[in-house]
């Protein structure tokens, strides 16, 4: 009889597995990419600066379960995610990679690793009711608009949209720090945890769209600290692209006011916040050739406004239309690489480029279906030179790159980009010395 009721529920079991495997459609999508980079001087320094040199790879793996119509799981992992040869892997409470909580590389004792060979970054569920669709789970919440100030980001949250004939209007919360789970803030703060609420429009007609996000930031994280304050701070950014038969034009403006930081019983001196970014583009196709141009502006701190905070968004990681000053594709790929200047105590650039205007101008050409070739020259200062600075010349840069597809899925790029230094470098001092600097890179990556 035991062994009867064994198989039994052995039969039992294989049923159930097999009716639900039969009602799921798997779809895979994903990269594996390696990059290799080499800087020859990253610090701008004359005479004492240094080169770097590294490989990096990734494989960003991306399965969607299927159920039925209107139901479906996403998840998102990221493998073996390093630089070869790297010996520890550090994490944060967020992957989008800004400047206050970054995963990153950090030395370490070889004998200490702490790599992650499977991160999973991605795990929501997506489903449409009568009044809408949901998506709930960590997932990305720094896709909005263009990719000028788009970051690939995993957050917990909940988001909600309904289509309206070419209107989609949403709704969106996000859990950024939970307190009473975080072991560097007190857990017994009460409401001590920083959110984000979000609100937004897109409307869709042939060969364009046009969107406006509202976004609400609270962040009492430091209400525990000596000087306890709260960060309370909106974001409009409105959006639109569209396409004039061969002629292409995009534009995004993102704005943040309210308090940077709120300061309780008059402890310190509150913050306004007060950062504005924006950008147009413009491309221009005939045939296999192209030509287009950008501006692009991210305010700066104002040493002579101290109360104003400027620089809570730079142009972000996605916003990549040169390859040296700010980080380009395959410099970004190889981590700290992307990091530019800081000799003579300058404040070094990466690739979120904050306090940064520059004006770029590229052209293009596709030989052939499988090969293209583009050239870009960008020139660019800051927004607001710090104080005493004696300029606020970053410089000129001049790249080339070239990228070939040797199967439809596998493609091979190369990048160069010679950048002559602005005195901006030089800091304080005109004396001080400064040097060029120029990059070359290249990337192998598989698509499927």
């Not at 479906?72 to 990221?78: E, M, N, V």
């Not at 007190?186 to 429009?201: E, H, P, Q, R, W």
């Amino acid at each position: 009889m035991k062994k009867f009721l064994v198989v039994l529920l052995s039969l039992g079991l294989i049923a159930v597995f097999a009716a639900t495997a039969s009602a799921v459609d798997v779809k895979f999508a994903g990269e594996y990419y390696i990059a290799g980079g080499y800087n020859n001087n990253p610090t701008l320094a004359k005479d004492v600066g240094y080169s770097r040199a590294a490989f990096r790879q990734r494989w960003r793996f991306m399965p969607t379960f299927k159920f039925e119509d209107g139901l479906s799981f996403t998840t998102r992992a990221d493998i073996l995610e390093k630089t070869w040869g790297s010996t520890k892997w550090s994490g944060a409470t967020s992957t989008d990679g800004d400047k206050n909580s970054s995963r990153k590389e950090v030395p370490s004792n070889a004998a200490v690793k702490t790599q992650e060979n499977v991160e999973f970054e991605y795990s929501y569920v997506t489903f449409k009711t009568a009044v809408g669709q949901l998506e709930v789970g960590y997932q990305n919440c720094d896709g909005w608009g263009t990719a000028f100030s788009n970051a690939s980001s995993s957050r917990p949250a909940i988001k909600y949209t309904t289509a309206l004939g070419p209107l989609t209007l949403g709704a969106a919360y996000e859990k950024w720090i939970e307190a009473d789970v975080n072991g560097t803030l007190a857990k017994t703060l009460v409401d001590g945890d920083a959110d984000t609420y979000a609100v937004f429009g897109i409307y869709k007609w042939k060969g364009g769209e046009a969107g406006l996000l509202y976004k609400y930031y609270y962040d009492a994280t430091n209400k525990a600290t000596a000087t306890p304050y709260k960060t309370l701070v909106s974001q409009l950014a409105p959006y639109a692209k569209a396409k004039f038969g061969p002629v292409f034009v995009e534009a995004e403006v993102d704005y943040f006011f309210g308090k940077a930081a709120k300061f309780d019983d008059n402890a310190g001196t509150d913050v306004d916040a007060a950062t504005l970014t924006y950008f147009i583009h413009g491309q221009m196709n005939m045939g296999p050739a192209y030509f287009g141009a950008h501006y692009a502006f991210a305010s700066g701190n104002d040493p002579n406004e101290p109360t104003k905070s400027k620089e809570m968004l730079g142009m972000n990681t996605s916003y990549q239309p040169t390859i040296l000053i700010g980080g380009g594709d395959a410099l970004n790929d190889i981590g700290d690489m992307c990091k530019l200047g800081g000799v003579n105590g300058t404040t070094g650039m990466d690739d979120h480029k904050w306090n940064l205007i520059f004006y770029n101008i590229y052209a293009g050409f596709n030989p052939t279906p499988k090969l293209n070739v583009e050239v870009e020259l960008t020139y660019a200062t800051v927004a607001e030179k710090p104080a005493n600075y004696i300029s606020d010349k970053v410089g000129t840069e001049l790249g080339l790159k070239a990228s070939y597809k040797i199967y439809d899925n596998l493609s091979y790029l190369v990048e160069a980009a010679y950048l002559w230094t602005g005195d901006y470098w030089k800091g304080t001092s005109a004396a001080n010395s400064v040097d060029n600097t120029y990059v070359l890179l290249n990337k192998l990556s598989l698509q499927f």
